[in-house]
């Protein structure tokens, strides 16, 4: 058998194992996504219900998200007033959401539905 022959042989194993090394690199990445988005979706769900049982815990969080939320399409999604600016940040009223508050009424509404 020539080097040649042999080399080539080793450098083709080489690729392969180089090719199942990423393969399994691309299932653990997406494993932990999967994990992340599940942990996400449940932390989620027991704000959502904290919210639900304390009127003044909802309305902390939503001031929070006030300031948190820039995008327009994050922001519509609490039905909260479109920025205009992803980066502008709006001047905030203490107390509840009632007449002058930058939480509105659709907003209250919207994280109870």
Avoid: P
């Amino acid at each position: 058998m020539e080097l040649s022959d042999r080399l080539k042989r080793e450098q083709e194993a080489l690729e392969k194992q180089r090719k199942r090394v990423e393969a399994i690199k691309r299932e653990e990445a997406a494993k932990e996504r999967k994990a992340d988005n599940r942990r996400k979706i449940l932390l989620g769900a027991c704000i959502k219900d904290w919210m639900d049982k304390d009127e003044g815990k909802r309305q902390m969080m939503m001031e929070r998200l006030e300031v948190f939320l820039k995008r327009d399409e994050d922001r519509r999604a609490f039905g909260m007033t479109l920025s205009g600016n992803a980066g502008s940040k709006r001047k905030r009223s203490s107390g509840a959401a009632s007449e002058g508050s930058d939480v509105s009424d659709s907003t209250v509404a919207a994280t109870r539905a």
